[in-house]
């Protein structure tokens, strides 16, 4: 199989084995920018998927480039949580100019620890989906990337890890914003209550999940990392891309609460 093209937003298709049809294309109001999920690019899209042109992977990767800039600290080796940061860490360790190295490695025998009814269990759970390749980092300090932190039990248990088998210390930095809001577009996010940046342990994160600091990448940095190509590729051929002006065609509610649509209840 290959990569043909996206399917435009309101756009029906038909696929038969002579060729792809557009039926027809559901037309947004005038003005209306598009509002593409932004979270498809920081956390629930694979790697390898392609949107608006570019790849998942890359953009995971400027995420990370993005976040040294913001958030440099000193330490001495990059890693990560396996395996859904991985791009971004890589991007980190680049632009920090510090070695990547694994610090963890999956127990594949172990189930999802989110479906597990209480939070012990998801805890003890976590603990146990991950060895720990302490020749690596003992005596050292490390930064480990992570693409979001959402409720904040499942980091500290991996941060307890880490220092139990000699990390020096450990910073965590996180390739994506707070997430603050609900989304009601069909994401299924937490509760506002849920969600740990609306918490009163925000406030000292850091001491809350055990780490030496945590800093989250800014929603510019994340706009501008998702939007980086897209303009470059608009700026060499404007005739065929579509305006990515304003908002740029990207759904940040999750992050700023400024949903794309007027809600009714």
């Not at 480039?65 to 360790?93: K, M, W």
Request: proline share 6%; with cysteine.
């Amino acid at each position: 199989s290959r990569y043909y093209r996206e399917v435009l937003p309101g756009e029906i298709v038909k696929i038969s084995r002579h060729d792809v049809q557009t039926l027809d294309v559901v037309r947004r109001p005038e003005g209306d920018p598009s509002a593409f999920c932004i979270f498809e690019y920081v956390y629930f899209a694979r790697p390898d998927s392609i949107f608006e042109g570019q790849m998942v992977y890359s953009v995971r990767r400027r995420c990370g480039q993005q976040l040294a800039i913001e958030a440099p600290v000193e330490a001495d080796l990059v890693s990560t949580v396996p395996e859904s940061a991985t791009p971004a860490a890589l991007g980190y360790a680049q632009k920090c100019g510090l070695p990547y190295v694994e610090v963890l490695c999956k127990n594949r025998y172990v189930g999802r620890t989110f479906i597990q009814p209480n939070m012990r269990l998801r805890q003890l759970g976590v603990a146990k989906k991950f060895g720990v390749l302490s020749d690596n980092f003992k005596g050292k300090r490390v930064v480990i990337i992570d693409d979001s932190i959402v409720r904040g039990n499942t980091i500290s248990p991996i941060i307890k890890l880490l220092r139990e088998s000699g990390a020096k210390e450990v910073h965590i930095r996180v390739a994506s914003p707070p997430i603050r809001f609900p989304c009601y577009m069909g994401i299924n996010i937490p509760t506002k209550e849920e969600l740990i940046a609306n918490r009163p342990e925000f406030h000292d994160l850091a001491n809350y999940i055990g780490a030496d600091s945590v800093v989250y990448l800014s929603v510019e940095g994340l706009v501008s990392s998702v939007q980086e190509s897209i303009k470059a590729r608009q700026d060499n051929n404007p005739k065929t891309q579509k305006s990515f002006t304003g908002k740029l065609g990207h759904c940040i509610a999750c992050l700023t609460g400024d949903y794309p649509v007027e809600l009714e209840w």
